[in-house]
T-cell receptor, first 116, second 114 residues
C-alpha cells in the first residue's frame, strides 16, 4: 500500500510570503505528526494530531505556524509571513493508533522549504 | 528536562568492521527508545525499538541495540557493516501518555569505506 506522501517536495518562497505544506498519511492511521529537520536544530517535533484534534502543539515555534487536519486524513501545515530561519525540511509521519500507545511512526519524504 | 544525546556526529568505519553508535537519554519518567535511519535523499525508516521486556532488541539489516537503564543508554551495534549502511542514524525517545511524539538526538553520520 501507499506510504505517507507530502507535497510539494520542494518549495522556494520569498521572505514574508505564506506557504502551505500538505501531508497525506497512510490510510487508516489515526495519529499524524509534523517534525522539522534543519541544520542548526536537528529533528524537532512540531505538532501532533489524534483524529482531527491537536492535543499537543507544543513544538510550534511561533504563532506564524498553524496546522489543521480534516476528515481524519490530510493535514496542512501553514507558515505565515515566512522568515529565512523557517528554511528546513518539514517531515510528516503517521501511526496507526497514537495516543497512549507507542506505535511505529512512518515518515514521508519531506518538503524542503527554502525562504529567500 | 528530557533530552537525547548522540555522542558522535560522524563515525567513519571500514567495510566488514563492527560499529557502535552511541545514544544517551535524560528523563525522569519511563521512556520508549527508537533508532531510525535516513539514507541519502530518503525519508526516515525505523531500524528497531525498545518498549519493554528484553533489553536486547534486534532490528532490520542486522542491527541490534541494548537498553541500559542504569546508564540511560541505548547504543546501536552491528558486527559487520556494508557500504550500503552508509546513512545518518537517529536515536529517539518517547514517553508514555504523551501521544507518541518523538524527541530526537542530533544524528550520527555513518560512513562505510571500502
Amino acid at each position: 500500500g501507499a506510504g505517507v506522501s507530502q507535497s510539494p517536495s520542494n518549495k522556494v518562497t520569498e521572505k514574508g510570503k505564506d506557504v502551505e505544506l500538505r501531508c497525506d498519511p497512510i490510510s487508516g492511521h489515526t495519529a499524524l505528526y509534523w517534525y522539522r529537520q534543519s541544520l542548526g536544530q536537528g529533528l524537532e517535533f512540531l505538532i501532533y494530531f489524534q483524529g482531527n484534534s491537536a492535543p499537543d502543539k507544543s513544538g510550534l515555534p511561533s504563532d506564524r505556524f498553524s496546522a489543521e487536519r480534516t476528515g481524519g486524513s490530510v493535514s496542512t501545515l501553514t507558515i505565515q509571513r515566512t522568515q529565512q530561519e523557517d528554511s528546513a525540511v518539514y517531515l510528516c509521519a503517521s501511526s496507526l493508533l497514537g495516543a497512549g500507545v507507542t506505535d511505529t511512526q512512518y515518515f514521508g519524504p519531506g518538503t524542503r522549504l527554502t525562504v529567500l | 528536562a528530557q533530552s537525547v544525546t548522540q555522542l558522535d556526529s560522524q563515525v567513519p568505519v571500514f567495510e566488514e568492521a563492527p560499529v557502535e553508535l552511541r545514544c544517551n537519554y535524560s528523563s525522569s519518567v519511563s521512556v520508549y527508545l527508537f533508532w531510525y535511519v535516513q539514507y541519502p535523499n530518503q525519508g526516515l525508516q525505523l531500524l528497531l525499538k525498545y518498549l519493554s521486556g528484553s533489553t536486547l532488541v534486534k532490528g532490520i539489516n542486522g542491527f541490534e541495540a541494548e537498553f541500559n537503564k542504569s546508564q540511560t543508554s541505548f547504543h546501536l551495534r552491528k558486527p559487520s557493516v556494508h557500504i550500503s549502511d552508509t546513512a545518518e542514524y537517529f536515536c529517539a525517545v518517547s514517553f508514555y501518555n504523551q501521544g507518541g511524539k518523538l524527541i530526537f538526538g542530533q544524528g550520527t553520520e555513518l560512513s562505510v569505506k571500502p
